[in-house]
């Protein structure tokens, strides 16, 4: 029975790759999975003006849900597994950002949250397509804490508290990881592969080829210890990272959070990079 609902969700997952791409299509898998895609309804869009012959990658949407209730969702085409959503602006365009929706996958299966967030914006609706809009952030985004919360693990669906402590506990363990990660001073702006590269090696030199590996990662004395089939040089991790990523890396946790959410800590740490180019590329034309 458990082979045949396997083969049921890999049938289910193909299909769906044949019609999106890269992180499209778990994402797309997803909501195909749990039927959300089919709730709600895009009015309008929004999308950002060329700037100095750079295309535009943010979209502002008004989207509306089966309760007739309306809310703005900001897209950035380079992080295409989270989307910012808000409520409907008022009269003076002023608007609150109201959570941050993520939905990525891998390998795996995918995870799926709602995070709260605090916050305030400006977007003032255009009267016709030829009308600009100017999208601001006037009160700097906060997160506080996940709300909602979906795993999908091979042919395991986990929902309910047990999705929303799990997930609320790899929220931490990715803040602390990009914490140190930002203190590296190491490149941003990053591509999502060129980051990919550049992090695997330092996080884990054991399961890299000699070349790639640190010129640290293995000294003489250094000290092992087994944890997911995988010998991690403990002497390593404490010669690198800080006291709170030590038990993350040695236990093997720290492996899991990169399979199964490496867009999330991609995400993590270019977030300042996000706030950016909302400053630097905020005009906007109606195109629906």
Known sequence: MKNIRFLYYLTLFILTLLLYGCVSMMEGTGRFLDGSALAEKTISIYRASKKDGVSANIQVSIVENKNAQRSLVINVNDFPMMKLRGTLPDDDGIFLFTSLDYLAGSLQGWNEYSLEVFGTGRFSLPETPADSAKLEIVEEIEFVQITAARIHRYDTRITGNDALTALRNRHERILALTRWMISQDAPRGQTIKEFEKY?????????????????NWRLPGDQFQTADSIRWNTSYTERVFSEELVP??????????WEEALSWIYLEYEWE??????????MFYKVK
Not at 199 to 215: A, D, L, N, Q, Y
């Open 248 to 257: 993350v890396r040695d236990s093997a946790t720290l492996l899991r959070d």
């Open 273 to 282: 990079d996000i706030i950016e180019m909302f400053l630097r590329q905020n």
């Open 199 to 215: 992090w695997k090696p330092i996080f884990f030199p054991e399961m890299v080829t000699g070349r790639s590996r640190p010129s």
